[in-house]
Every structure is written in structure tokens, then in C-alpha cells.
């Protein structure tokens, strides 16, 4: 196992859909893309937070893994509010990657992976802003 030495800005939030245990989405982005609304938008659904804003990542026996700082560990920024507490899980095994974009994706892209410490995670673009962003990610999931 392999412990990233500097925080990775993204957000990140696990589901356990489809019983193969918590998994987690990888929300990518530069500050202001959406990161932390779209994760409060999942949990709202039933999803848990692993991390907002910073995580540490690290590769173990193939696949890759999401933890928080301990610093900022089941807190999450919420604009206009502030920094609110949310029930958070301390590891999730990252199974998606999802790039945050503001404009048009492709319609039908072709299968693409982003890779950290060795580790190809499927990736996702996707415009958080649009109504559908929280479904698309869990259909994302689900098809992993």
C-alpha cells in the first residue's frame, strides 16, 4: 500500500448499491466547479460523504482508496452556509471518477479511465449543474 503524500483536491461520496459494498465517486474539479453542491445533492439521496474538498488516496491490492484528512474528516462545505457536520465514511474504494465540466459533454463517449498511483478508475465527464447529474452518477455506479 502506497499513502499519497499530498492531499488531492475532490470530493468524494460512496454508495452501496448493487451489494458489492461502499463504493466510491471521485468528484474532480478546480474550486467552484460543483464538487461539494453535487455531493450534497447525493447524500441527500442516501449516499455517504468520504470527503469534501481534500482526500488522501492511496492504491492497495489493485484498486484504489478515499480517506479524508483527519482535519476536515465528516465535514462538508456547504455555499452560503458554511462548514456544516455529515455523517462520513472514514475509506471507500474509489470506483468512478467523475470530471466536473461547465458546458456540453458528448453524447455517446467512448469508455475512459484516469489513473492514480497505478490504478485505471472509469471516468465520467459530466456538468453538475444540469437536473440529472445526481442519476447519472448513480447510473455510473450501478453499471461498474
Do not use: N
Not at 478546480?30 to 450534497?40: F, I
Not at 497505478?118 to 459530466?126: I, Y
Amino acid at each position: 500500500m502506497t499513502q499519497a503524500s499530498q492531499p488531492f483536491h475532490a470530493t468524494a461520496v460512496a454508495d452501496r448499491s448493487g451489494g458489492a459494498g461502499w463504493r466510491a465517486a471521485l468528484l474532480c474539479g478546480p474550486p467552484g466547479a460543483g464538487k461539494s453542491d453535487l455531493a450534497l445533492r447525493l447524500t441527500g439521496r442516501g449516499w455517504r460523504l468520504v470527503g469534501d474538498d481534500y482526500l488522501h488516496l492511496f492504491a492497495s491490492g489493485g484498486a484504489l482508496y478515499a480517506r479524508a484528512p483527519g482535519t476536515i474528516a465528516g465535514r462538508m462545505e456547504i455555499r452560503g452556509l458554511g462548514i456544516a457536520p455529515a455523517a462520513a465514511l472514514g475509506l471507500a474504494r474509489v470506483a468512478l471518477v467523475v470530471q466536473l465540466v461547465h458546458g456540453p459533454v458528448e453524447r455517446m463517449p467512448e469508455p475512459a479511465v484516469r489513473t492514480f498511483d497505478g490504478v485505471a478508475v472509469p471516468l465520467l465527464e459530466l456538468d453538475p449543474r444540469e437536473a440529472s447529474a445526481v442519476e447519472k452518477v448513480a447510473a455510473a455506479l450501478v453499471r461498474l
